[in-house]
């Protein structure tokens, strides 16, 4: 394969692994055994799909005409809008193809291992290709967990550290890789579409190697917000860099045009040595799969322009659709429909027990309309509680309180000298104890 090279732009007190990876191998993936998996544990059965979604027409613009120009988070939203997951587990949805992630620890170097956390980025998008509905706010404190240890070799813990602006911290670790993140966002309605911009940054680290990767979301539109069928694109410029050797990678997701059809929800990107040589080639779609070809020795000009040589391409991501059958029950895929399935044992603020978002799994779309004005009533009375204290506390002359998440905390992040919210410890050892009393009540 010969392509044409343009120039890139880039530069607590209570404080098993999967056993598949995958083999990628002239443009196909298959599974393989990992010789150093740790010994699996039992796999628990978990379902496959959730109840299908109750018809309920709404007259969407007599909500939708009073919210132009206003900040998303901010306007009260029935659940008609929603889908029945909180943004603590839609967040969690990155993870869906992690398997990604253990075929980087195991990458011969540092560059290939980039453009598979590159396919990894990509990924984390492909379902909203057929979902639009919005999940639900997080309350203050509302926690999420996600033990797959058994089967996909991870566990994750997210909480809602702010409410305005609402931020997400979250905190996922596998037996190869460390990922953190801390997610924001403005929103802002403009008439035809609705803007999000994501705040914040992912951490992501290779116990192995020490190699530790940065990188930020892109821009998302949702289109048609008034008439026709809603639909998604997401844009704009990703930078994802190797903290450790200088590598980076320049990803760009191409925004969708009506006079170049067939680039839509395309995405192209380059890896680059420290010394700005390219090494990678990557091309796809954000709603399918990407594929990744190494740049050979080889170079020479055509016409003037110098162009490289590639090997033939790999697939480095491979979406897995969906059954038909989806669209009955919010397109979720069948790792989605596993999110909101009641565990024991988890925190008495985890999402899954959140009575709005579990009425509207279960149909009862009114009582959980009901429930979600409760909900956000008490929200805002505690709220309102502790600004009061904070106004006496400052007439007293007293240390104003401030709230302090129960499983995180605000520290400087060393390699990009930014303040992050960093995972303190002592989830899973309270699981362990089935100590909760340091959670607050919100539900």
Same mark, same amino acid.
């Given at each position: 394969?010969?392509? /044409?090279?343009?120039?890139?732009?880039?530069?607590?007190?209570?404080?098993?692994?999967?056993? $598949?990876?995958?083999?990628?191998?002239?443009?196909?993936?298959?599974?393989?055994?990992?010789?150093?998996?740790?010994?699996?544990?039992?796999?628990?059965?978990?379902?496959?799909?959730?109840?299908?979604?109750?018809?309920?027409?709404?007259?969407?613009?007599?909500?939708?005409?009073? %919210?132009?120009?206003?900040?998303?988070?901010?306007?009260? &939203?029935?659940?008609?809008?929603?889908?029945?997951?909180?943004?603590?587990?839609?967040?969690?949805?990155?993870?869906?193809?992690?398997?990604?992630?253990?075929?980087?620890?195991?990458?011969?170097?540092? %560059?290939?291992?980039?453009?598979?956390?590159?396919?990894?980025?990509?990924?984390?998008?492909?379902?909203?290709?057929?979902?639009?509905?919005?999940?639900?706010?997080?309350?203050?404190?509302?926690?999420?967990?996600?033990?797959?240890?058994?089967?996909?070799?991870?566990? %994750?813990?997210?909480?809602?550290?702010?409410?305005?602006?609402?931020?997400?911290?979250?905190?996922?670790?596998?037996?190869?890789?460390? %990922?953190?993140?801390?997610?924001?966002?403005?929103?802002?309605?403009?008439?035809?579409?609705?803007?999000?911009?994501?705040?914040?940054?992912?951490?992501?680290?290779?116990?192995?190697?020490?190699?530790?990767?940065?990188?930020?979301?892109?821009?998302?539109?949702?289109?048609?917000?008034?008439?026709?069928?809603?639909?998604?694109?997401?844009?704009?410029?990703?930078?994802?860099?190797?903290?450790?050797?200088?590598?980076?990678?320049?990803?760009?997701?191409?925004?969708?045009?009506?006079?170049?059809?067939?680039?839509?929800?395309?995405?192209?990107?380059?890896? &680059?040595?420290?010394?700005?040589?390219?090494?990678?080639?990557?091309?796809?779609?954000?709603?399918?799969?990407?594929?990744?070809?190494?740049?050979?020795?080889?170079?020479?000009?055509?016409?003037?322009?110098?162009?490289?040589?590639? $090997?033939?391409?790999?697939?480095?991501?491979?979406?897995?659709?969906?059954?038909?059958?989806?669209?009955?029950?919010?397109?979720?895929? =069948?790792?989605?429909?596993?999110?909101?399935?009641? =565990?024991?044992?988890?925190?008495?603020?985890?999402?899954?027990?959140?009575?709005?978002?579990?009425?509207?799994?279960?149909?009862?779309?009114? /009582?959980?309309?009901?429930?979600?004005?409760?909900?956000?009533?008490?929200?805002?009375?505690?709220?309102?509680?502790?600004?009061? =204290?904070?106004?006496?506390?400052?007439?007293?002359?007293?240390?104003?309180?401030?709230?302090?998440?129960?499983?995180?905390?605000?520290?400087?992040?060393?390699?990009?000298?930014?303040?992050?919210?960093?995972?303190?410890?002592?989830?899973?050892?309270?699981? =362990?104890?089935?100590?909760?009393?340091?959670?607050?009540?919100?539900?």
């Amino acid at each position: 394969m010969v392509i /044409q090279v343009n120039e890139v732009e880039s530069e607590a007190d209570c404080s098993k692994a999967a056993a $598949e990876d995958v083999a990628v191998s002239n443009g196909t993936v298959a599974p393989v055994t990992s010789s150093s998996a740790m010994p699996a544990a039992k796999k628990r059965q978990r379902r496959t799909r959730i109840p299908d979604k109750p018809y309920k027409p709404l007259n969407l613009w007599s909500i939708m005409r009073n %919210c132009i120009g206003k900040e998303l988070t901010k306007i009260p &939203m029935p659940v008609n809008f929603s889908e029945p997951l909180s943004m603590l587990q839609r967040l969690v949805e990155d993870y869906e193809y992690s398997e990604i992630l253990d075929k980087a620890a195991m990458a011969s170097d540092s %560059c290939e291992q980039l453009a598979y956390v590159a396919a990894f980025t990509v990924s984390s998008y492909a379902t909203t290709s057929n979902r639009t509905a919005k999940p639900f706010n997080p309350l203050l404190g509302e926690t999420y967990e996600l033990d797959r240890t058994d089967d996909l070799g991870w566990k %994750c813990i997210s909480e809602q550290v702010s409410h305005h602006p609402p931020v997400v911290a979250q905190h996922c670790e596998s037996k190869n890789w460390i %990922c953190h993140q801390e997610f924001s966002m403005t929103s802002s309605f403009k008439g035809k579409y609705l803007q999000v911009k994501p705040l914040g940054m992912t951490h992501l680290t290779f116990l192995s190697s020490g190699n530790r990767y940065t990188w930020k979301k892109v821009t998302t539109n949702v289109n048609n917000i008034i008439l026709g069928k809603l639909w998604v694109d997401h844009h704009g410029d990703m930078e994802i860099v190797n903290h450790k050797t200088g590598d980076k990678c320049a990803l760009k997701f191409i925004p969708y045009s009506y006079f170049s059809p067939s680039e839509q929800r395309k995405v192209t990107g380059a890896v &680059m040595n420290a010394k700005r040589e390219l090494v990678w080639v990557l091309n796809g779609t954000w709603d399918n799969k990407m594929e990744a070809s190494k740049v050979a020795e080889k170079r020479s000009q055509v016409k003037g322009k110098q162009v490289l040589e590639t $090997e033939a391409p790999v697939v480095v991501w491979q979406r897995r659709w969906p059954p038909l059958e989806a669209e009955k029950y919010y397109n979720f895929s =069948e790792f989605a429909c596993q999110l909101n399935e009641l =565990e024991e044992g988890v925190a008495p603020t985890d999402s899954r027990l959140r009575p709005d978002q579990r009425l509207m799994e279960e149909g009862d779309w009114d /009582q959980s309309n009901e429930k979600k004005e409760s909900l956000e009533n008490k929200q805002r009375a505690t709220r309102r509680a502790r600004e009061l =204290e904070a106004e006496l506390a400052a007439q007293e002359g007293r240390p104003v309180p401030q709230y302090e998440p129960i499983w995180f905390k605000k520290e400087m992040e060393p390699i990009t000298n930014s303040v992050h919210h960093l995972y303190k410890g002592g989830y899973w050892e309270c699981k =362990e104890k089935q100590n909760w009393s340091v959670c607050p009540d919100i539900f």
